[in-house]
Structures are given as structure tokens and as C-alpha cells.
């Protein structure tokens, strides 16, 4: 049970770095032909690694801080929530880690993710919903199964390329405004500019958004699930907690829920588009997790 | 010369797997302190709140005398406890006494709606859960170190530097996973 949980910590880490390298050329690359078009390649290279290494340090210190806004998470003590925090403070027990910082959001719909860079400073969230669906034994499993995406690093891996998908996305958002701004208000003599910023700006898009669809599905791959719900039987020593807890959330996804964000439904520890995509077999090979009733069946086996 | 890089090698092997193991056994051992402090510290937050407990319940269940001194008794043996296996029997003692309080409590509506007595019940079941997971923590810690300190060749590290087997805290057993199941119908009220 240790050695394969350590090469899988230090794989993670390796593959952060990696994703940050990626990151930081695809940064530098975009930086240059802005450069190119402003008429100085080294000012837009310089610019764009400035911009990177403020993103670099967004992500890593303050992405948990970021995943939870965006999900609308809000933070609870001891005395407003006893039985969740006792049931995080019993597995952060039975997993020898310290204790995460517990979130919780307002809705219905039962769900739970973990994020942060190291177990020292790592969060869990649940929803309300879940607390109310799930006995003691259940919560520890879904808790445990949160505590061990922390333990093997997977939530350095997925906070921070959440939140670097996050801020591409958000600039090619404001690059576009600005395209339509600017043919809207000028056009005429400054139109031949325009359609070159266009031009830039749909080579990057096109160049990023099947990278990041691939981004996602490294960082959040199905072997880690099933990875996590064995460590999680491991440090519960009671598998049928997480089965049952498994089995009572996966059916209440619903669509449109206010937890169904794309940039973070790999997070979750049931996808929260299973209600927008129930009954669709194709889906199956493009989920970021393995079907619930397999996992289900992989822990009763245990 | 041959021979002696040979020999040589071997020796360099031989003195890192020393290092190695003892590191091991160090470090294991560490985790098994650190594992008993937690079980003390949670044994010492429950028996804190048995007064407590003993005084909430009291005004209600007069007829339930002997359930309450027997709260009050595991306090007493674990209070007087100097060794793991005293402190685990009062342990064993208190985690039956309070989960029988607990059950009987169900048939006292007035009690079951006390504030004072709500708080009390989610605080002392959660206590529980987390004591009968520091107790499996620190078994698995001690059957490790154990494991390492009989097996060959580990047992001659282990010879050399002093160390030594543990006690296990009460027994694993399915009787003792199964307390905070039983807590459930109690305690599930969030």
C-alpha cells in the first residue's frame, strides 16, 4: 500500500511541473506574436512572462481560495457545523493528516471536492445536500475518499490547472470583447488591425482549447478516483461507507444545478453533469470518472 | 583485489540497509508515539465531558441509576490507569457505558429534545468515532514496528539499537469497529 502511493505523489508532482512548463511556453509564445504585432517580440515576451509568474503564483498559494469562490463555497467552524467537523477531525485521524479547512456550499444537490497544494494547507468542501443524505459512516467514506485525493497530491494537480484553464479562459474572453469593441466603435481605417488581432487571437484558441481538454482529463484521470476510493477504504477500514455513500449521491445529480461548472466538475467526487448527461452511453468515454457502480462494485470487493 | 572491492561493496550495502531500517524504526516509532497521544488526548476530552453528561441526564433518568455510575466508574479506572492495557479497559468500559446511556436516552422524549444534552450526545459520539480511529491508527502503527522487530533480518537492527515490541491498544476486533454503527440510529440526527 505505501510504495504505490508515494511513486504516485512524486508522478503528481512531476506532472505539475510539467503542466506549469506548458503553461509558461504557451504563455511566452502568445507574448511573442503579441510582441511581433506591437512591433517589439522581446516586450511581449517579457510582458507575458511577467503575466505568468503572477498566475504561477496565484495558482499555487491562493488556488484553493480561488476554487472555492468559484464554487461558491463558504467556510464553517466547530461550532456551526459539529458533525461534519468531527467527522473531517476523525479522518484527518484515521489518515495521520492534519486537518483541512472545511467548506460547505448552500444546495441540495449532495456533492464534495478537495483542493490545495499540500496536506498542510488543503480545504474540503461539501455541499449541504450531502450532509443531509448521509449518516456518520457515509460522510467519513466520502470525507476519507477527499482526505486521500489530498494525501496523493492529485488536488496540487487539479487546483492548479483549474485555475490556470481558468485565467486562459478568461483572457481569451476579454481578447474577444475587445476585437468586437474595437470593429464596432473604429472599423474603416482601423478595420485591417482588427482582423489581424482576430486572426492571433483565433490561431491561440485553436491552438489552446484541445490542450486543455486534454489538460483536464491528465489531471483528473480515472485511476486516480479508483486510487483514492482504495486509499479511502484504507484509512476507514470500512469500504461500505463510500459504497453506500456512492451509491445514495450518484442518481441526485440534476441539470442546471448551481454546482455544475465545467472548469471544476472533475473535482467532485460524482460528476455534477451526470444529470445533464444521464442515459448517454457515449459519455462514458469522455468522463473524467469511472462509472459509479463500478467503483461501487471495486469497493464491496475489498 | 577483486575480492576486497567485492567485500568492500558488500560492507557499504550492509551499513546503508543498517541506516535505512533504523530510520525505519525510528520513524515508525515516532508515528505509534504520536498515535498514543492522540487516543490520550481524546480519552481525556470524553472523560472531561462525563461529568458534564452525569449532570444533564440525571433530572431525567431517575430510574437509570446504575447506567450512570457506570459512566462515572470508567472514569474513575481510567483515572486511576497507569499502563496501555488499564487504559484500554477503560476505555472499553466507558465506550459501553456511554453507548448504552445513549441508547436507553431514546425512551426520555425530554431528554432527546434538551439543547444542552444534543450537543452533548453529537460531541461525545463524534469523540467515539474519532477514539476508535486513533485506536485502529495506532494498532496498525504497532503491528508494524512489531512485524519489523521479530522479522529477519530487521530483528537484528532492531537487537542492536534496543528496540522493542508494543502493546496493542485493547484488540481490533469487529466488536470494537462496530461501536460507532450501533451509535448511529443516536447519533444520525444532522
Known amino acids: 500500500m505505501m510504495d504505490p502511493i508515494y511513486g504516485r505523489i512524486a508522478s503528481n508532482k512531476r506532472k505539475t511541473f510539467f503542466l506549469f512548463l506548458l503553461y509558461a511556453v504557451l504563455?511566452?509564445?502568445?507574448?511573442?506574436?503579441?510582441?511581433?504585432?506591437?512591433?517589439?517580440?522581446?516586450?511581449?515576451?517579457?510582458?507575458?512572462?511577467?503575466?505568468?509568474?503572477?498566475?504561477?503564483?496565484?495558482?499555487?498559494?491562493?488556488?484553493?481560495?480561488?476554487?472555492?469562490?468559484?464554487?461558491?463555497?463558504?467556510?464553517?467552524?466547530?461550532?456551526?457545523?459539529?458533525?461534519?467537523?468531527?467527522t473531517v477531525e476523525a479522518m484527518s485521524i484515521a489518515s495521520g493528516k492534519p486537518m483541512p479547512k472545511i467548506f460547505i456550499i448552500e444546495t441540495e444537490v449532495p456533492n464534495a471536492f478537495a483542493a490545495g497544494r499540500n496536506p498542510q494547507n488543503s480545504i474540503i468542501?461539501?455541499?449541504?445536500?450531502?450532509?443531509?443524505?448521509?449518516?456518520?459512516?457515509?460522510?467519513?467514506?466520502?470525507?476519507?475518499?477527499?482526505?486521500?485525493h489530498i494525501h496523493n497530491y492529485d488536488v496540487l494537480l487539479a487546483t492548479v490547472a483549474i485555475v490556470l484553464a481558468g485565467t486562459i479562459v478568461f483572457v481569451s474572453v476579454i481578447a474577444r470583447r475587445m476585437i468586437f469593441f474595437g470593429g464596432m466603435g473604429r472599423g474603416g481605417r482601423r478595420g485591417?488591425?482588427?482582423?489581424?488581432?482576430?486572426?492571433?487571437?483565433?490561431?491561440?484558441?485553436?491552438?489552446?482549447?484541445?490542450?486543455f481538454a486534454q489538460l483536464l482529463k491528465f489531471a483528473i484521470s480515472r485511476q486516480r478516483e479508483y486510487m483514492a476510493d482504495a486509499t479511502a477504504a484504507n484509512f476507514t477500514g470500512y469500504p461500505e461507507g463510500l459504497a453506500s455513500a456512492l451509491e445514495?449521491?450518484?442518481?441526485?445529480?440534476?441539470?442546471?444545478?448551481?454546482?455544475?461548472?465545467?472548469?471544476?466538475?472533475?473535482?467532485?467526487?460524482?460528476?455534477?453533469?451526470?444529470?445533464?448527461?444521464?442515459?448517454?452511453?457515449?459519455?462514458v468515454l469522455f468522463a473524467t470518472h469511472p462509472p459509479a457502480e463500478e467503483r461501487v462494485k471495486r469497493l464491496r470487493a475489498m | 583485489m577483486e575480492t576486497t572491492h567485492i567485500l568492500l561493496a558488500v560492507l557499504i550495502l550492509v551499513v546503508l540497509y543498517v541506516i535505512y531500517s533504523f530510520n525505519r524504526l525510528i520513524s515508525m516509532r515516532n508515528m505509534a508515539d504520536k498515535a498514543y497521544s492522540n487516543i490520550d488526548t481524546?480519552?481525556?476530552k470524553r472523560f472531561d465531558l462525563v461529568p458534564n453528561l452525569v449532570n444533564t441526564v440525571k433530572g431525567y433518568m431517575e430510574h437509570e441509576r446504575e447506567l450512570l455510575e457506570a459512566v462515572t466508574r470508567a472514569r474513575t479506572e481510567w483515572l486511576n490507569a497507569s499502563n496501555i492495557k488499564e487504559n484500554a479497559g477503560a476505555d472499553q468500559t466507558a465506550e459501553r457505558a456511554i453507548k448504552s446511556l445513549f441508547a436507553?436516552?431514546?425512551?426520555?422524549?425530554?431528554l432527546k429534545a434538551n439543547q444542552n444534552f444534543m450537543m452533548l450526545?453529537?460531541?461525545?459520539?463524534?469523540?467515539?468515532?474519532?477514539?476508535?480511529?486513533?485506536?485502529?491508527?495506532?494498532?496498525?502503527?504497532?503491528?508494524?514496528?512489531?512485524?519489523?522487530?521479530?522479522?529477519?533480518?530487521?530483528?537484528l537492527i532492531a537487537?542492536?539499537?534496543?528496540?522493542?515490541?508494543?502493546?496493542?491498544?485493547?484488540?481490533?476486533?469487529?466488536?470494537?469497529?462496530?461501536?460507532?454503527?450501533?451509535?448511529?440510529q443516536g447519533g444520525d440526527n444532522k
Open chain 1, 27 to 86: 504563455f511566452v509564445l502568445i507574448g511573442y506574436f503579441i510582441g511581433i504585432y506591437i512591433g517589439d517580440p522581446i516586450v511581449g515576451i517579457i510582458l507575458a512572462a511577467l503575466i505568468f509568474i503572477i498566475l504561477f503564483l496565484i495558482s499555487y498559494f491562493s488556488g484553493q481560495s480561488v476554487v472555492t469562490k468559484m464554487a461558491g463555497a463558504r467556510e464553517v467552524s466547530k461550532q456551526q457545523e459539529p458533525f461534519l467537523y468531527n
Open chain 1, 125 to 148: 468542501a461539501v455541499t449541504r445536500g450531502l450532509m443531509n443524505r448521509l449518516n456518520r459512516q457515509e460522510l467519513e467514506g466520502v470525507i476519507a475518499h477527499e482526505m486521500a
Open chain 1, 192 to 211: 485591417g488591425q482588427g482582423q489581424i488581432i482576430m486572426l492571433i487571437v483565433l490561431i491561440v484558441v485553436a491552438i489552446l482549447a484541445p490542450i
Open chain 1, 248 to 283: 445514495k449521491i450518484t442518481d441526485q445529480q440534476v441539470k442546471n444545478s448551481p454546482i455544475e461548472n465545467k472548469a471544476l466538475e472533475g473535482l467532485y467526487i460524482v460528476n455534477p453533469a451526470l444529470g445533464a448527461r444521464s442515459g448517454n452511453r457515449a459519455s
Open chain 2, 42 to 44: 481524546l480519552l481525556q
Open chain 2, 104 to 110: 436507553v436516552s431514546e425512551n426520555y422524549p425530554d
Open chain 2, 121 to 155: 450526545q453529537e460531541e461525545l459520539t463524534g469523540i467515539e468515532n474519532k477514539i476508535a480511529y486513533a485506536r485502529q491508527r495506532y494498532n496498525r502503527t504497532v503491528m508494524a514496528i512489531n512485524t519489523a522487530v521479530q522479522r529477519f533480518p530487521t530483528n
Open chain 2, 159 to 184: 537487537r542492536l539499537f534496543k528496540f522493542q515490541t508494543r502493546e496493542y491498544f485493547a484488540v481490533e476486533s469487529d466488536q470494537a469497529r462496530s461501536a460507532p454503527q450501533i451509535n448511529m
